[in-house]
């Protein structure tokens, strides 16, 4: 399956698909490339957001890289942050505590290219 680049109006849809939020956090499906030239967003890859880290996937760098561009992304302390599932594979959840989908949808609108 190939990342699907969208327009601004399909993106927001798009994302929302891959955003579940219960009890205050907000879990986030991602597909995972590391060992990417840079850290970014692209694009959509099935249900989930296709993030590229520029991490390699040894002793747990890509995901670390991915949290990391999750909190900026977000704008909420690191320790906000965390690996909900999928440790040792490219589809994970990430889990985002005190941000809202909406807020989310705001701050990561300003990363899709």
């Known amino acids: 399956m190939q990342a699907k680049s969208l327009n601004a109006t399909e993106t927001a849809e798009a994302i929302k698909r891959a955003l579940t939020e219960k009890s205050g956090t907000l879990y986030v499906s991602v597909h995972l490339q590391p060992k990417a030239s840079k850290t970014e967003f692209a694009g959509m890859y099935g249900d989930s957001l296709k993030v590229r880290v520029a991490a390699p996937a ?20 690191k320790s906000n942050v ?3 599932s999928g440790k ?3 589809r994970k ?11 989310f ?8 290219r």
């Open 58 to 77: 040894v002793e747990n760098a890509a995901n670390e890289a991915c949290l990391e561009f999750f909190s900026k992304v977000a704008h909420i302390p």
């Open 82 to 84: 965390s690996l909900h």
């Open 88 to 90: 040792t594979s490219r």
């Open 93 to 103: 959840v990430i889990a985002l505590e005190g941000i809202s989908t909406e807020q």
């Open 105 to 112: 949808l705001q701050d990561f609108a300003t990363h899709v």
